[in-house]
């Protein structure tokens, strides 16, 4: 039975990190209004959402002194979505460029320090975990690892942009 207070509160502290991430997604979304920003995040908010119920399903099971089932990660609703390939961020780039959407590189930066922060972190519960605890641990810092690389490379591509931009006109 997976009743190992430990394990429970690195859930618990999942979930909250989730759901703050989930709303400086949102609340970004709301002050960039538009563009293919907006679009990038959307599709972020909903991959957090998938993340989210996922924890919630383990903190369920412990909290009802159930091993930790993880047939939950093989639900076709909860799988990340393709958005984070190669084409997607080619595109994605494309749109912000081309449309004058460049958003503020402050939020790609903070979203990538989230996400990143997340991945490290379930990376290393996962090392001090065991069984079905580490494996979903494992799982949620490969999806986070996937969000990372986009802002990371978002971040910069979106520097070198602003970086080139002529100023004072």
């Not at 002050?31 to 998938?50: F, H, P, Q, S």
């Not at 369920?60 to 979505?81: M, S, V």
């Not at 320090?113 to 379930?122: C, M, R, T, V």
Request: charged share 25%.
């Amino acid at each position: 039975m997976s009743n190992d207070p430990n394990v429970q509160k690195i859930f618990e502290y999942a979930l909250n990190q989730e759901k703050t991430g989930m709303s400086f997604f949102q609340n970004s979304i709301d002050r960039m209004g538009v563009g293919a920003a907006v679009t990038a995040l959307k599709k972020l908010v909903e991959e957090e959402k998938k993340h989210i119920l996922f924890i919630e399903s383990i903190l369920r099971d412990i909290n009802q002194g159930k091993e930790i089932d993880l047939t939950i990660a093989e639900d076709p609703n909860l799988l990340p979505t393709d958005y984070f390939d190669a084409r997607a961020r080619s595109e994605f780039l494309e749109q912000c460029v081309q449309g004058s959407m460049v958003p503020d590189v402050t939020v790609f930066n903070t979203a990538w320090l989230i996400e990143k922060d997340l991945s490290d972190f379930y990376s290393a519960m996962a090392e001090k975990t065991q069984g079905a605890a580490s494996s979903a641990l494992t799982m949620l810092s490969k999806w986070e690892k996937e969000h990372e690389k986009f802002f990371r490379h978002y971040r910069d591509k979106l520097s070198e942009v602003y970086a080139q931009m002529p100023w004072g006109g």
